[in-house]
Nanobody, 124 residues
Framework: QVQLVESGGGSVQAGESLTLSCTASSSTRNFRYMAWFRQAPGKEREGVAAIRLQFGNTHYSDSVKGRFTISQDNAKNTLYLQMSSLKPEDTAMYFC?????????????????WGQGTQVTVSS
C-alpha cells in the first residue's frame, strides 16, 4: 500500500500563504483521485480540494475556492496545496489521501490511503 507523507504545515498570520506537500512512497499514476482534507478539533473531516489524476480536473470546497490551489507533480509523486489569504477558520490538521475510486471527489469515505497529517494554524 502506498505511504503518504505530508509536510509544509506551520503557524502563520491571517492573510499569509502556505504550501503543503504530500509525497507518495511509490507512483500514483494508477490511482484515480488525490485530495486534501482537513479536520479541526471537534469537527468532522472536511474535503478541501481534489484532483482527478489522469485528467487534471480539480474540485474545491466552497470555503476555499479562489484561495487554495491543488496540483500534482507526477515525476516527484507529489501533491501540493497552495493556500493563500489564509483565515483563522482554516486552522486544522491537513491530510492528503488517494483512492482508486473514480467518483471519489471530496468524499473522505471513498479514500483508502491516508497520510498522518500536517498542522496548519492561522492566527488573527
Amino acid at each position: 500500500q502506498v505511504q503518504l507523507v505530508e509536510s509544509g504545515g506551520g503557524s502563520v498570520q491571517a492573510g499569509e500563504s502556505l504550501t503543503l506537500s504530500c509525497t507518495a512512497s511509490s507512483s500514483t499514476r494508477n490511482f484515480r483521485y488525490m485530495a486534501w482534507f482537513r479536520q479541526a478539533p471537534g469537527k468532522e473531516r472536511e474535503g478541501v480540494a481534489a484532483i482527478r489524476l489522469q485528467f487534471g480536473n480539480t474540485h474545491y470546497s466552497d470555503s476555499v475556492k479562489g484561495r487554495f490551489t491543488i496540483s500534482q507533480d507526477n515525476a516527484k509523486n507529489t501533491l501540493y496545496l497552495q493556500m493563500s489569504s489564509l483565515k483563522p477558520e482554516d486552522t486544522a490538521m491537513y491530510f492528503c489521501a488517494t483512492t482508486f475510486d473514480v467518483i471519489a471527489n471530496l468524499e473522505p469515505a471513498r479514500y483508502t490511503s491516508w497520510g498522518q497529517g500536517t498542522q496548519v494554524t492561522v492566527s488573527s
